[in-house]
């Protein structure tokens, strides 16, 4: 049995599931060294090729992904100077240690046979979650329409806090500041109503709906709770923010 960081074989499935949850390949393996000039020589299909894309399926498999995500698997490149001796039998694919999918994992595949051989590929993972972000330059204090707004993709590693995924939930703020295109737009950077924004606020007793007009004490994002002060009354009055200039407040 010998050990490598890096080298490649040729499968033929079928495969099964291993009781660890790992693939299994049951059926001949052919693995070895296939220099680049005598592969292009032969028209072959690159058996490094097919190693890397082996360890990024099983890789695929066991991360964890919403429907409106992108993952990126990519294996490392496998070391052509690398010779592996023919392997009849199975190949069993692993993570050690706790078997958690990372960032940077290594792919543990092993040759069960005599003389076998045992051999890690590094796998990088990326996992890319829709934002949404400027289409183009937004100045400070816009009302943002459909059309100033795009979704991209972007590592989740990289986002943090109030981020947004679907561009509807910001028709109708107020950028507080300049926006730039490509950056995720963040609810800190808006407002729905905005200190000082004359508002509507609605009040419903029973089957009654009452209106009248005041102005924002602070700024609010879309269900937040404001100061609102009653242009009728004078007095200040805790409402909830419904839609853009609108407030409803309880009876």
């Given at each position: 049995m010998f050990k490598l960081f890096f080298g490649f074989c040729r499968y033929n499935p079928p495969y099964r599931r291993s009781a660890k949850g790992g693939r299994v390949i049951?059926?001949?393996?052919?693995?070895?060294?296939?220099?680049?000039?005598?592969?292009?020589?032969?028209?072959?299909?690159?058996?490094?090729?097919?190693?890397?894309r082996y360890a990024e399926d099983?890789?695929?498999?066991?991360?964890?992904?919403?429907?409106?995500?992108?993952?990126?698997?990519?294996?490392?490149?496998?070391?052509?100077?690398?010779?592996?001796?023919?392997?009849?039998?199975?190949?069993?694919?692993?993570?050690?240690?706790?078997?958690?999918?990372?960032?940077n994992t290594h792919v543990y595949l092993q040759c069960h046979e005599s003389p076998g051989w045992e051999l890690f590929v590094p796998v990088r993972v990326r996992v890319l979650k829709p934002?949404?972000?400027?289409?183009?330059?937004?100045?400070?204090?816009?009302?943002?329409?459909?059309?100033?707004?795009?979704?991209?993709?972007?590592?989740?590693?990289?986002?943090?806090?109030?981020?947004?995924?679907?561009?509807?939930?910001?028709?109708?703020?107020?950028?507080?500041?300049?926006?730039?295109?490509g950056q995720p737009i963040r609810s800190s950077q808006l407002c729905v109503v905005c200190k000082g924004d004359r508002v509507s606020i609605l009040a419903q007793s029973g089957g009654l709906m009452l209106k009248t007009d005041g102005i924002a004490e602070e700024d609010g994002a879309f269900n937040d709770s404001i100061q609102v002060s009653n242009l009728n009354s004078g007095r200040k009055i805790s409402a909830r923010i419904v839609a853009a200039g609108q407030v409803r407040v309880k009876l």
């Amino acid at each position: 049995m010998f050990k490598l960081f890096f080298g490649f074989c040729r499968y033929n499935p079928p495969y099964r599931r291993s009781a660890k949850g790992g693939r299994v390949i049951v059926g001949l393996l052919l693995c070895t060294f296939l220099g680049s000039a005598q592969a292009q020589d032969y028209g072959q299909v690159s058996v490094h090729d097919e190693i890397r894309r082996y360890a990024e399926d099983y890789v695929r498999d066991l991360v964890p992904v919403q429907p409106s995500d992108k993952l990126e698997v990519k294996a490392a490149s496998i070391d052509t100077r690398l010779a592996l001796t023919e392997c009849l039998g199975k190949l069993t694919a692993d993570i050690r240690g706790a078997g958690e999918v990372k960032r940077n994992t290594h792919v543990y595949l092993q040759c069960h046979e005599s003389p076998g051989w045992e051999l890690f590929v590094p796998v990088r993972v990326r996992v890319l979650k829709p934002v949404v972000t400027a289409r183009d330059p937004i100045a400070r204090n816009t009302l943002l329409q459909a059309q100033h707004l795009s979704v991209d993709y972007q590592d989740e590693v990289l986002l943090r806090g109030d981020i947004f995924s679907n561009p509807s939930e910001l028709v109708g703020s107020r950028s507080k500041r300049d926006l730039r295109p490509g950056q995720p737009i963040r609810s800190s950077q808006l407002c729905v109503v905005c200190k000082g924004d004359r508002v509507s606020i609605l009040a419903q007793s029973g089957g009654l709906m009452l209106k009248t007009d005041g102005i924002a004490e602070e700024d609010g994002a879309f269900n937040d709770s404001i100061q609102v002060s009653n242009l009728n009354s004078g007095r200040k009055i805790s409402a909830r923010i419904v839609a853009a200039g609108q407030v409803r407040v309880k009876l």
